[in-house]
């Protein structure tokens, strides 16, 4: 069995792990529209999105597997675990559904992950920080382009509108699992080397309403919130992606070409 | 081990070794070197051995050309006589388009692509830089869509020639 288990991993790798996954599920995600967007300059701009997130999960990967020191590399972690393995929030692991549910997912981690990063480029981990400096620029890209199509649909047509209403009502009670903290993760924080969630919460909700009131939306109540996906408790999308994102390394470990 | 490059005088072989890397271009943007974009961050020989380890950074993180740019200064490297190379990726501090140097921005608008201008900043939800045409020079220009044929560049469009380009977007 090639299959690689994390159930011992340190608190800095578990950490390490689900920013990771969370940028990977979300990159593999938004690149499964190349060829299919609506049209041309958008399909290049998802694209650009999933590169700039599978180029940061590379990273954490990397670092993850250093931080681990059992000799795990940047593929190691993405293709040889199975889901329950896996520790991204999932919101970034639903299907793209229509345009409107691709983009209003992406601007609800988007939203959330620009304060994150910049909070995280004063962590006490010279490595973490680093990264967090370089994916910081690039979420804040990410934050304007799906920001400015929430607009375009919420304030477009009879059509666009409903869906995007859609598309909240159906993400929605995903939004609540970005900002949990566990044991593992709470000291961390109190040494300085992860973000506290509920420090961005302010910054996260800002963008949110604003963008919103733009786009003629309504933030709805947090209510009932879906959890698990950072337990590795997932919804049922996520090994269907990986059996395709894992296909060719589980069925031929090693392979090189 | 005895080569050309390990007779020379102190500092003599990084002055070498940091000319020859520099002459790596973009592979996606050809008309600029790893120097003009601040890629080439910096270069370090040992006098005793001649052993060369070249920092380089990535512009983004998911940037496929890294590793065509280290296998080339890599070759680079070998060619102008040094044996023993190491190419180091380097992260912090973070690339930016500020690195750009005065001569790449020129030789970027020479090829046709709006070098970065930072009047807007990019944090700006709803902000938007200000781009002159790179063909006509006209201010009056627009933003086609926030990503371009490459990582690094943005596809603006200008009203007053008509012509589409890429904009090499502030980071």
Request: hydrophobic residues 40%.
């Amino acid at each position: 069995m090639t299959t690689l288990h994390i159930d011992d991993a340190s608190p800095l790798v578990l950490y390490t792990l689900r920013l990771a996954d969370n940028a990977l599920v979300l990159g593999h995600r938004i690149s499964e529209w190349c060829g299919h967007a609506p049209m041309i300059e958008e399909d290049i701009s998802l694209t650009n999105v999933a590169l700039d997130l599978i180029g940061q999960a590379r990273m954490l990967y990397a670092y993850a597997g250093e931080a681990e020191g059992k000799g795990h590399d940047e593929d190691a972690f993405p293709y040889l675990r199975d889901a329950e393995g896996f520790r991204n929030v999932l919101l970034v692991e639903q299907p793209n559904g229509d345009f409107a549910v691709t983009i209003l997912r992406q601007f609800f981690y988007s939203a959330f992950m620009l304060p994150y990063w910049r909070a995280l480029m004063a962590s006490e981990d010279e490595t973490l920080a680093a990264i967090a400096a370089k994916a910081e620029k690039e979420a804040a890209y990410h934050v304007r382009h799906s920001a400015e199509w929430v607009i375009r649909l919420g304030d477009g047509t009879e059509e666009s509108r409903r869906r995007i209403e859609e598309a909240l009502a159906d993400l929605w009670m995903y939004t609540g699992e970005l900002f949990e903290v566990d044991d593992t993760e709470r000291a961390l924080i109190e040494r300085g080397i992860a973000v506290d969630p509920a420090t961005v919460r302010g910054d996260w909700e800002r963008t949110v309403d604003q963008v919103f009131a733009e786009a003629g939306l309504t933030r709805p109540d947090d209510g009932w919130m879906q959890t698990g996906g950072r337990g590795g408790r997932h919804t049922e999308h996520l090994g269907h992606m990986l059996s395709e994102l894992q296909y060719l390394q589980r069925a031929y470990p090693g392979a090189t070409w | 081990m005895v080569n050309e490059a390990t007779v020379a005088e102190p500092g003599v072989l990084e002055q070498r070794a940091w000319k020859a890397a520099a002459t790596v271009t973009d592979p996606e943007i050809p008309v600029l070197t790893i120097e003009d974009l601040g890629v080439l961050r910096d270069i370090r020989v040992d006098e005793a051995s001649g052993a060369v380890t070249a920092d380089i950074t990535p512009t983004y993180t998911g940037c496929p050309a890294m590793n065509m740019i280290a296998v080339a200064v890599d070759v680079a490297l070998r060619n102008a006589g040094f044996t023993d190379v190491k190419i180091n990726t380097v992260l912090s501090p973070a690339w930016t388009t500020d690195w750009l140097t005065t001569e790449g921005r020129a030789k970027l608008k020479e090829y046709g692509i709006a070098p970065p201008s930072g009047q807007t900043g990019r944090h700006a939800l709803f902000g938007q830089d200000e781009v002159d045409c790179p063909h006509c020079g006209s201010a009056d220009t627009e933003r086609l869509a926030e990503f371009g044929s490459t990582a690094c560049k943005a596809l603006w469009r200008c009203r007053s020639c008509g012509e589409p380009f890429d904009y090499f977007k502030c980071h």
